[in-house]
């Protein structure tokens, strides 16, 4: 299977014209002619993916971020992006990200992975093969939880070291809002809107956390990292799917060695 090939199903199932007008989805680098000896998925095009991707003979990587998001305006081998940059070009790798055309329509995936089920679309951002799409999803529970068996159940389903949280944590949970990625800059909209119990997002800043605890709307932040590494496998699936038809289809590896970049400090002292 070419690279030319794989991508025109994805973009098929991903159509470029949904993503935001910000983002830049879709191909990085591409070597098109190149048959696809193993594909790599991983959240970030990273020195760490890329060279985890030659060590397991995968010359096409998808990821969710793209590593080119700003107008690269130079290259040098000093600078981490330049470097990336370099070493997919040295190694004939191709470079492929889907980002918000896959955020929109799987919009529900981290409140059904989180154990919630999938929930109705939050923010609609438009309208695919006559479904809406959007980002992040509203659970309505069908029994009131508390803020405590929340926090658990979560920080189990995403398998999660810690959680960040404000509020009440006895508060009686009935309305949850899941957004993934940076969600906190959305968190006052969601809050004059749907007034939920609890959002689970990633990325909260202060003043979003203090309008939440003023509105008496307990916050999860689960970590940008955290909301969206979960994505892998679903993005893992997704190809596999586009390839399955395929005699002699390339394997697919998922990346284990991303870490969450931020860590807890504790003196122990």
Known sequence: MKMNEIIQKIEEKFPLWIQEEYDNTGSQIVFPDESIKGI???????????????????????????????????????????????????????????????????????????????????????VLNDKNIGYGSIVNLKRATTMFKVLKQIKKNLDLDMLIFSGDIEKPIKTIVFINGSGG?????????????????GDVGYHNAKYAIDNDVCVIDAGHFGTENIFKKLLAESVNTIISVRKNRPEIKISEVEKNPFKVYRDHE
Do not use: W
């Open 40 to 126: 790599y998925i991983c959240l970030d095009a990273d020195t760490i993916t890329i060279e985890d991707a030659i060590a397991n003979d995968c010359n096409l990587i998808i990821s969710h971020h793209p590593l080119i998001f700003k107008p690269v305006n130079k290259i040098n081998n000093h600078e981490s992006r330049s470097k990336a940059i370099i070493r997919l070009i040295e190694n004939r790798i191709t470079l492929y990200s889907i980002h918000t055309n896959f955020d929109k329509i799987m919009y529900s995936y981290l409140s059904d992975i989180s154990g919630f089920g999938k929930g109705k679309l939050l923010l609609q951002k438009g």
């Open 185 to 201: 800059s959305s968190m006052e909209k969601i809050i004059k809107s749907m007034h939920p119990d609890c959002i689970v997002t």
